[in-house]
C-alpha cells in the first residue's frame, strides 16, 4: 500500500558541498536507492486532462490514463526510446490515443505502424526522465545550474548530459531532494514535466509521484492523476503490441 511521502530534512551543511553529484546522489538515495534505480517495470493507471493546442476551450478528460514500462538495464541516450513502453488514453471505452514501442516496433491505436522500424525516436518526448537512473555512471556529465523554485518549493537544477551527448534538466526538491521536474528539447518543442504529490512503497523503496504535468514550449498540455501503481510487476512483450482497431476522436 502506497503511503504519503513525508519529506526528510537533510539539515544544512550534513552532506558537506552541494554539488551536481551530491544532489544526484541524494535523490537516488531518498527515492529508494538500489531499489528505484534498479526498478525492472513500473504500471500506472489514472485519469488525465488534456489540452489539444494547450487550450481550454479544447480539453478533454481521459476518464482512463494508463502506462507501462518496462526499463532497459542499461541506457546511454536519454531521448532514444529503450526499454518497452505503452500508454493509452480512453473517455470510456472510447481511445483517444494509444501509443506503443515492444522494444523494436512502434504500434497505435491501428495496430502495427507503416513507420514500425524507427525504434520509437518520433516518440522521444517519452523518454528522458529514466537517465536520472544511469546519471553517476561513467560518460555522463553533471553540471549544477542556479538554484530556484518548483511550484514553489526551493529547488536545485543539475544539467545531465549523456555519453551521446543528449541533454536533460533535473529539477530537484532542496529540501527533501523529490524530483519535481525534468526537461529537454523534442520535435515538438522544449518538453517540461512536473511532479509533485508523491507517494512511497516499500519492500523494495520506491518514490513515486502521483502526478505529473506536461509543457510544450511554456504551455501545459497534459494533467495527470495517477490512482494506482506497481513496480516490478511481469509484463509481457504482448502488453506492447496493440491490436488494430477504429479510432475515434
Known amino acids: 500500500m502506497a503511503l504519503l511521502f513525508a519529506s526528510v530534512p537533510i539539515p544544512a551543511g550534513a552532506h558537506g558541498e552541494v554539488t551536481a553529484r551530491s544532489i544526484v546522489e541524494h535523490a537516488i538515495a531518498l527515492a529508494g536507492g538500489d531499489g528505484w534505480r534498479d526498478a525492472k517495470t513500473l504500471h500506472m493507471k489514472g485519469h488525465a486532462t488534456l489540452y489539444r493546442g494547450g487550450l481550454e476551450e479544447r480539453k478533454t478528460e481521459a476518464t482512463r490514463y494508463e502506462m507501462w514500462r518496462v526499463y532497459?538495464?542499461?541506457n546511454d541516450a536519454a531521448h532514444r526510446a529503450n526499454g518497452r513502453f505503452?500508454?493509452?488514453a480512453f473517455v470510456g471505452e472510447r481511445p483517444i490515443f494509444q501509443t506503443a514501442f515492444d522494444g523494436e516496433h512502434n504500434y497505435d491505436t491501428n495496430g502495427l505502424r507503416a513507420d514500425a522500424e524507427s525504434s520509437g525516436d518520433d516518440e522521444s518526448g517519452a523518454y528522458g526522465f529514466g537517465i536520472i537512473r544511469f546519471?553517476?555512471?561513467e560518460g555522463f556529465t553533471l553540471e549544477r545550474l542556479?538554484?530556484?523554485?518548483i511550484d514553489g518549493n526551493p529547488a536545485y537544477f543539475v544539467r545531465v548530459t549523456d555519453p551521446q551527448g543528449g541533454v536533460?534538466?533535473?529539477?530537484?526538491?532542496?529540501?527533501d531532494y523529490a524530483i519535481r521536474m525534468v526537461a529537454y528539447n523534442t520535435p515538438r518543442?522544449?518538453?517540461?514535466r512536473v511532479y509533485s504529490e508523491f507517494e512511497v512503497k516499500e519492500d523494495p523503496r520506491f518514490r513515486q509521484a502521483t502526478r505529473v504535468r506536461f509543457f510544450y514550449d511554456g504551455i501545459k498540455t497534459v494533467d495527470v492523476k495517477w490512482e494506482e501503481w506497481s513496480i516490478n510487476q511481469p509484463l509481457s512483450i504482448e502488453t506492447f503490441r496493440i491490436e488494430p482497431r477504429s479510432i475515434a476522436i
Open 189 to 192: 518543442g522544449w518538453h517540461e
Open 168 to 175: 536533460t534538466l533535473f529539477g530537484f526538491d532542496a529540501k
Open 86 to 88: 505503452r500508454l493509452d
Open 146 to 149: 542556479a538554484d530556484d523554485q
Open 135 to 137: 546519471a553517476l555512471k
Open 72 to 74: 532497459a538495464d542499461a
